[in-house]
């Protein structure tokens, strides 16, 4: 983390420009069903008034618009949810405006504990275009802009890395936090390093696999990816999700790691299904004995067993990606026995990190979230963090 942040600054005096990551999910009626990465990142907010800040202006993006004024995806409830986490502050105001002559009245009619909402970013076409017109204008909102949106820093939009360009541009403490814990592990790991990698799909996670077999010490696979390792090294899988064409690549992989020595360990059993529903009969059996017209749903006990093995001994653990259809309660076990097993290591010591995404829904449906080292509030910004990439929201900020 050799980014500067808030910390680094004076604020008295000085007005500030963050961007949150506020794209929370919303009920039919229009009410936030769950706070989560509203109450991330309420600790910079706080930091900004207690320092006398000369107002925080705040910037999100909400849902996908397609850069046109949608209701729906207004911020006003989200405000609202603000205003009630967040009692100490004078007053927390919407404008309907963006930029323009507007937003820059509400932001000067701003003082030191006031807080000032921006219209949702997505709703000008101009914001997924980085564009540099709406990047002046939005720097002429504050006197330093903060980025505080690890989970929109994978993208260049105009008040991600656009901005970052017009004013002095520092890290929140959620983005400090979050570059601390992923990138800090894969700098200088505490060994043994495991990695656990699920979901649906190996084409989405290629490039981290691929980055992490040169970093860890052993390498899980679950979920419906470890279905298309397991064609690759001849199984028979029924009717399970595979990717014909990723086979070629899941051998190569395979052989990447044991000429790396890195243990990269695949199901041994199973549940399987006769059909992709709750309802469906179900058995385990061994992964060489998937019967046609079954599919693989879950990691089996032997599995889920080895995996918490490796787990229990491990000082440094990284997990992303479901191990089987956690939706589906028959098929919810293995990815449940993961996360029971990370609390665990927690608790034992280890550093245990959740990367975003269905994983973070994960260990949130089990109740152990707050077991874990660190749950990342970025799916797509920790997988490109994981595959070794730049992110541009980080890559804007000023260096120490």
């Not at 004076?10 to 420009?17: C, D, F, M, N």
């Not at 907010?45 to 949608?70: C, D, F, T």
């Not at 609390?343 to 280890?350: D, E, K, L, V, Y």
């Amino acid at each position: 983390m050799n980014k500067l942040t808030i910390r680094d600054v004076e604020w008295a005096g000085k007005r500030a420009l963050v961007r949150v990551d506020f794209n929370v999910p919303l009920d039919e009626a229009g009410n936030v069903t769950d706070d989560t990465r509203i109450r991330a990142a309420l600790p910079t907010i706080r930091y900004l008034l207690e320092r006398g800040a000369n107002g925080v202006v705040l910037m999100s993006h909400l849902g996908r618009p397609k850069g046109k004024v949608n209701p729906k995806y207004s911020m006003r409830p989200v405000v609202e949810r603000l205003f009630e986490l967040l009692p100490e502050a004078n007053e927390v105001r919407k404008t309907e405006a963006i930029t323009g002559p507007a937003a820059e009245a509400a932001a000067e009619a701003l003082r030191p504990g006031m807080i000032l909402m921006l219209e949702n970013t997505r709703f000008d076409p101009r914001e997924e275009q980085n564009d540099e017109g709406m990047a002046r204008e939005l720097a002429r909102l504050g006197d330093v802009y903060v980025n505080d949106a690890f989970g929109a820093a994978h993208r260049a939009n105009a008040s991600t890395e656009g901005v970052a360009r017009f004013l002095p541009a520092v890290a929140g403490l959620l983005m400090e936090k979050e570059l601390e814990f992923i990138g800090g592990a894969l700098e200088s790991p505490q060994r043994p390093f495991v990695t656990i990698i699920g979901g649906a799909k190996i084409s989405d996670k290629i490039g981290v696999i691929d980055n992490l077999l040169g970093k860890v010490d052993a390498l899980l696979i679950g979920g419906g990816m470890a279905n298309t390792f397991l064609l690759a090294e001849g199984k028979a899988m029924g009717d399970s999700l595979v990717e014909p064409d990723s086979v070629e690549t899941a051998r190569a992989l395979i052989a990447k790691a044991r000429a790396a020595n890195v243990r990269l360990l695949l199901p041994t059993d199973a549940v399987i299904a006769d059909a992709f529903s709750a309802e469906a009969n179900t058995r385990v059996v061994s992964v060489d004995e998937v019967p046609a017209g079954w599919r693989v749903l879950d990691i089996g006990p032997a599995t889920v067993k080895q995996y918490s093995d490796e787990v229990a001994r491990a000082r440094l653990v990284i997990w992303n990606g479901p191990m089987g259809v956690f939706e589906l309660e028959p098929f919810a076990g293995g990815t449940r026995a993961i996360a029971q097993a990370m609390a665990s290591a927690a608790a034992g010591g280890a550093t245990t990190i959740v990367g975003g995404g269905d994983s973070v829904a994960a260990v949130e449906q089990a109740g152990l979230a707050d077991k874990m080292s660190h749950v990342s509030t970025g799916g797509g910004a920790s997988l490109e963090l994981l595959e070794g990439k730049t992110l541009p929201g980080v890559a804007a900020l000023k260096d120490k």
